[in-house]
């Protein structure tokens, strides 16, 4: 048998690439840091501070003011361009690592350390494949489509927040723009699926768009339930309405706030067409179903999208529910005193910005992890029980969410003490149910030690 | 029961249309009539104590010499553990055998392979196409005398050995060759005495 | 054939006619399927083999008969060792041998361990097509491990040309039979895992109980066999009912579908009908080791093997049913007939009169539960 031969020797990876790899595990960094340092730079307030600094003139009369302001605001726009773009680059990278350790192999490990050049490769690609555009496709539609899918996309991160004060505009109607925004991706989805002229894309747009509007409905009421607890639309303000600590998240405050997250999640993940909801790309029915006949360039787009929306998804949930960037301990007055009075915000200042970015960071790369593990784990539902279960569980449910926290909300408006109380006991019992997960996990692990996978391959 | 008590039934029932039981060599079998297939076979499935509810295998042989293509069918019992060998003998310049399409469902399928593979026609076959072969194809292959028809479609289905094929290909290159550049002049035997070339030369044309 | 449809197809355009296959994923292997559908919901499923024909009826007219042998197993590579103890079966019945105890036990051994491992496809297959794609990395795992033992034994992973006529090739290797318990044993708890990571889970349960339901007289009407059959509520196995070679000296369980999560004969019974196969397999295998006579492995039998004139049909219980090999013999070298009936040509009739009704969605977990796979229908 196999074993009986030594193990291979694993070649040491030459220098470069691990300076490659290390240079582009860096870029997501720089990103990070390159919002922190812009997305405050670029509100009105402080271009106006930066203006007088840097061009000794008033704003308020300089007749280039419009022209910086415009300025700052491409520069925000490449930046979160790039984030997004190398954000759906990146978890495509690790969720080829994630699925692969869940299936028992090591996945992508030749380009670069850990495969971590693999998105690159896979992009550099794509780019340089032919642009294949099928000769009875309606050719504008079929060109049009993907652009649709990504300006869907990236619009959203207009109100996602990263930190405190690292928003690009904090929209009074943060959250309801986004969820209208995403409603972009179905039109492009119908046009992808229509114009290719292939029966299977057919199959898929109709089947994605059927799921994509139908979900919007509880994701819909789902969001009102923290829009109710916190009063206001805005994504910071959703935030600054919770705390930092896990009982003062909005989830563990309200049991109906408990529920509400479930159904958020479900339809978001519907909503992004990722399994179990994934019967639209369904690989094993349509081969990919909406984008079937998209190659090169424009079949990157659609998997950038489909990438990258995980960022979003987990994004919204974590504002919504879990408490956003609040870090424990640290209330609005320190942020405030930390400023200090100066025009330019203190040192101090930037250093908690940076921990609520990390903070907010980590709850949603939990998020992403949890949605790619889902996806390895469970199998696909069909059309009509996917459609059964919004319509007939998942909206009554929502409703009924909606009205509990209406009442709720009257009743811990006379007894305030109740919104702590549910709070810690709730978070109580999720922290004694994820020490039995892990025990658990422990115990699955042990069970099958006995099959330890070489893994100095990775 | 066993093949022989099956077969005493079948003939104390149908009577000539059943021929004897072969020679039970190594599996026996029993011939009967064409156009009483159906109903021996109906009568099979439905008379309690024989039930014959599986239809196994039909299939057919093809016999040049006899001139006849035999259509077997092989039967069998869950009930009763038992099972029984029929064959039919059909002219073999125009089979046609009625259809048990109707007794077992089973025999769709396989009525089609062996109208697709040996040419027999079954009447009141709902559905008799071809299953395995294309369409538009030519013969039936399982007959003895079947001659492939060279090529289906422009695709030729015999090809050149592909040693004879290179080394073809390698002349034909080389020749080209030959022809573009000419080849350079032989060397001259240079520091040797003339005397083999001399009498060679002179011996060369007469020869 | 399009053309017959695209004519009976319902002129005011809401019906599509798609092909399914023959490059496609989760049909298993090339088959193609042309599907009438209205929207969502199948009218009809019609499908279009023969991608895969190799004629392999028509070269055992030629090669004589222990030259057909390696051709059997590419009748049903995924499966192959039945193939083989099939034709074996049938040509020892032709010319009378009797194979040894020792040989019939490998044989069995050797059957069962393939067995287990195209049941592993199928599931596994069976689990992505119905979207959870890592269940077939598992199972495929354990199917290196099994291959790896009967590479052992005979020297090939999946085309084995092990069984011979009158007995097989190679006696075990010293030591494999602990290599071989040793599998069993992890095995076991593999297949607990397996349940509690697939079987039951809420959503698998949903795409396939009450799917696609095939009661017991439409089962045996049309032929079908193995775990499709067994699926259906039919108590028949082949090794338990008539048996042959070493399995009268076995006990095992042959697990028969009863509408476990939802109808007798639905696509979850045939699932689960092969998961507990894999189970009773695995008890069998170790039986065999136990009780394995020491002996000859080859019977005494002709160079050239040259029957006396006659016929005989030999069936054995494949992974995918009975498979049954028909050969006619004129007395010389070569067989005049050679007939291999599968499960899978079958399996394939039923298709179409299942499908009206069906979703698209169902469709493949209906190919996936009948477990067809190309090579066998094609030949």
Redesign the interface.
Known sequence: ??QNFPPPRRKRTPRVVVALTLAVVGLPFILLAALLVVLPLSQQPMVDVLIRRWFDRDPATWQHTQLVYAAALLVVAFVIFNFGAIAGGIFSWYERRV?AR????IGPNRVGSAGFLQWIADAVKLLFKEDLVPAEADALLFRAAPYFVVVGFVLTFLALPFGESLIVADLGVGIYFISSVTALIVVGILLSGWSSNS??SL?GG??SAAQVISYEIPAGLAIMVPVLMAGTLSMQGIIRAQGGWPWQWFIFQNPAAFVAFFILFTSQLAEANR??F??PE????L?AGYFVEYSGFRFALYFLVEWGNLWVISGVATTLFLGGWQVPGVSAAVYQAARGAGAFPAAGWWGLQLASMVVFTVKTLTLVTVIIWIR??????????MMNLCWKYLVPGAFATFVFTLLWLLLVGQVPALATATGVVLSAAAAVVLVLFLKQTRDNIS??A??KVDLSNW | MTINELHERLKAQFGDAVGPLSEPKIDPFATVKADRIVEICRWLKQTPGIEMDFCEDLTAIDWPKRNVVEVVYHLFSYRHRHGLVLKVETDRANPVVPTVEGVWKAANWMEREVYDLFGVGFTGHPDLRRVLLPDDWVGHPLRKDYQEAGGYHGIPSLRENPLVELRRLDEIRIAEQAKKAPPPPPPAPAAAPASPPAPAAPAAPKA | MEKLILRRIDRNNEE?L?NFGPQ???THGVLNFLVETD??VMKRAIPDIGYLHRSLEKIGEMVGYPGFMPYTDRIDYVAAMFANEGYALAVEKLLKVEVPQRAQYLRAISCELCRIASHLISVGTM????????PL??AI?EREKVN??IE?LCGARLTYNYHRVGGVAFDMPSGWRD?VLRFLD?FD?ILV?WDR??SF?E??I??LANVAVITREQAVDYGLVGPNLRGSGMDWDLRRDVPYGAYPNFKFDVPVGHGYRGTEGDAFDRYYVRVLEMGASSKIVRQALEKIPDGEVMAKVPRKIKPEPGEAMARVESARGEMAYYLVSDGTERAYRVRVRTGSYLAMGIIEDISPGL????L?ALIASLDVVAPETDR
């Open positions: 048998m196999a699925a869940i299936q028992n192999r029966k299977w199959f109709m089947r399994t179990p994934d019967l369904a690989e094993s029915e081969v390895w784990t469970l199998p696909r539902i069909r059309i009509d029980q069970a099958i006995h099959e | 599509m798609v496609h994923p989760s929207g969502e689990a992505t097509d119905i979207g959870a794609v890592t990395v598992h795992r790896d033992l052992a290599q992890t708890t895992e990571l697939l889970n959503i698998y949903k795409r979703m698209v969605a169902d493949v």
